[in-house]
């Protein structure tokens, strides 16, 4: 299942310059710097409209980025802004032959109407030994809301068992934490209390306030980048290693 046409282009419109996308991607890159720092080879499955693989090249120019994409929409935004190789597929049947990435990144697809199983075993199929895996999931199953169901999400983790799964599927964890702690308390208020909007909570954001909100994502991602994990929040960061 993947999202309505208008919820791929409102992504693509914002995912550049809103702050959660900000922090997301800070924290993607920072990890592959971090754990995969000379890759040649990685995967975004589930790219959605390419701006994480964009942030990506950025930091790698060198490596050779591929995207999958269930959405024949999604995949020709990530085309145009990234000139990766990207593919329409499902992330529970990687059309991909075995070793074939130095690393994979997946963010917030496991949320999605898929095999999780397969998907995860897919992931470790894909990725050279010593491979690393960054994935970023929805936190705490009792936060689905009206925001999920817009963007097609029908399911969300605690930590425990994101690592679990990761575990379960012969992955070597090395890092798990949330993040969107500090602004934790008015997505709650958000999603939970105020009346439902009719779309998902990608949409533009008064200037100053998305200013407010980016710092304090950024202010997160460096306690993260220091190895610092974050007790609770609206998303979970995993980093694991195919052994």
């Known amino acids: 299942m993947s999202m309505v046409p208008q919820e791929y282009e409102r992504m693509a419109a914002l995912e550049e310059t809103m702050w959660w996308y900000h922090g997301l991607h800070t924290n993607v890159v920072n990890a ?7 890759l040649t080879t990685l995967l975004d499955a589930g790219c959605g409209t390419g701006g994480t693989l ?29 000139g990766a190789t ?6 529970d049947a990687l059309p991909y032959t075995d070793a074939s990435f130095d690393a994979l990144v997946s963010c917030d697809v496991l949320g999605y109407r898929i095999d999780v199983g397969a998907t995860l075993h897919g992931f470790h199929r ?18 689905l809301s009206y925001h999920d169901k817009a963007v097609g999400q ?4 605690t930590r425990s068992e994101a ?13 798990a934490s949330y993040w969107n702690t500090v602004l934790f308390p008015l997505m709650l208020l958000r999603r939970k209390v105020l009346p439902a909007p009719p779309a998902s909570d990608v949409t533009p954001f008064n200037p100053l306030a998305n200013g407010v909100f980016r710092a304090c994502v950024g202010a ?12 609770f929040g609206g998303s979970v960061l995993l980093i694991a290693q195919r052994p």
């Open 163 to 175: 690592e679990g799964l990761l575990r379960e599927h012969g992955f070597r964890l090395i890092f």
């Open 32 to 38: 592959l710097q971090k754990h995969a720092g000379h």
């Open 86 to 91: 990207v593919t329409v597929g499902s992330v």
């Open 220 to 231: 997160e991602s460096a306690l993260l980048n220091a190895g610092l994990p974050l007790p």
């Open 154 to 157: 029908v399911r969300r983790y």
């Open 54 to 82: 964009k942030a990506i090249a950025r930091r790698f120019p060198q490596a050779r980025l591929h995207g999958l994409d269930i959405a024949e929409q999604a995949c020709a935004f990530t085309r145009e802004k990234t």
């Open 126 to 143: 894909v990725l050279r030994p010593g491979g690393i895996c960054v994935l970023n999931m929805a936190a705490y199953p009792w936060m």
